[in-house]
């Protein structure tokens, strides 16, 4: 039986959906890389919960949007259990609600930095040290994408949606540059989901509100969403590369 510990790297995995994907994996056993950028309290709460559940836990603090950040963090974990086994590029944020003529240079710069320039890094990262022809043991990356990326979000934020759909086109590709060297690259598109993120725009209900309209009536929990990762990062989706899960109560 091969006992040895997966090692994952999960980007903003202080809260929200990146903390309850590291408490899942944790069940599993595995060796988490917890990344956070301002929240260490949080991001130690989530290291204590996957010691707690049976999984190994190593903080990395860094901006995702910053390069030597990025790759200080992938040394960090390969220092703590010897190499990376895979990446949840899941860091993201939001601004408040404006239509697109209302915003400034500096929030479109720092939206497009940390959700495109910060997932592009990382998965720059991963693919370096993953690839059978890097010397790596192949992988899988899950990018944690939006269905803001298919809906546009007109008046709410436009910039976000554009920064999901760079997103979804890196998985596309990236799948195809990656498949022939052992490394899976998939993304899943939540919907509305209960967490800090709706406050951080400005809108603390709208996955209450809004998620109340979906077909299923309600919003998702972050659970539900880690359940998707955590299924795309397994072999149960060992012949899955490319796809963009929706995980959105039908929106
Ligand atoms: P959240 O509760 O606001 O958590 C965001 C996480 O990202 C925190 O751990 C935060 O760290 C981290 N983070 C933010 N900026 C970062 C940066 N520059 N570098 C490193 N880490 C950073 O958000 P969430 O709802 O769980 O969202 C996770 C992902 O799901 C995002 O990509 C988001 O776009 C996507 N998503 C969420 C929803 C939803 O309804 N919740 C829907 C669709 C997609 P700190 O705690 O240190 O600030």
Redesign the pocket.
């Known amino acids: 039986m091969n006992t040895e510990r997966r090692v994952v790297l999960i980007?903003?995995?202080?809260?929200?959906?990146?903390?309850?994907t590291a408490c899942l994996l944790a069940e599993q056993g595995v060796a988490v890389g917890v990344?956070?950028?301002?929240?260490?309290a949080?991001?130690q709460e989530t290291a204590d919960d996957v010691e707690s559940k049976g999984g190994r836990a190593v903080l990395l603090?860094?901006?995702?949007?910053?390069e030597a950040?990025v790759v200080a963090m992938f040394d960090e974990l390969e220092t703590a259990f010897g190499r990376v086994d895979a990446l949840v590029?899941?860091?993201?944020?939001?601004g408040p609600s404006m239509p697109l003529a209302e915003m400034d240079t500096a929030r479109l710069r720092r939206m497009f930095?940390?959700?495109v320039l910060?997932?592009y890094l990382c998965a720059r990262e991963a693919a370096r040290r993953m690839s059978l022809d890097r010397g790596g043991r192949g992988g899988v990356i899950v990018n944690?994408?939006?269905?803001?990326s298919r809906l546009g979000s007109p008046n709410e934020y436009v910039d976000?949606a554009g920064s999901?759909g760079a997103?979804d086109t890196m998985t596309i590709g990236l799948a195809k540059e990656l498949g022939p060297r052992g490394v899976r690259v998939n993304a899943v598109?939540?919907?509305?989901?209960?967490?800090?993120?709706?406050?951080?725009g400005g809108q603390p209900q709208?996955?209450a509100v809004l998620g109340a309209q979906t077909p299923i009536g309600r919003?998702?929990h972050?659970d539900e969403?880690a359940q998707a990762i955590v299924w795309l990062l397994s072999d149960a989706a060992a012949y899955v590369t490319g796809a963009l899960l929706d995980v959105t109560g039908g929106r």
């Open positions: 980007t903003g995995a202080s809260r929200g959906i990146g903390r309850a990344n956070y950028v301002h929240e260490l949080a991001a603090p860094g901006d995702v949007a910053d950040a590029n899941n860091a993201g944020i939001v930095d940390v959700n910060g997932a944690v994408s939006s269905a803001a976000y999901k997103v598109r939540p919907g509305l989901i209960e967490t800090d993120i709706h406050a951080s709208r996955a919003p998702g972050a969403v």
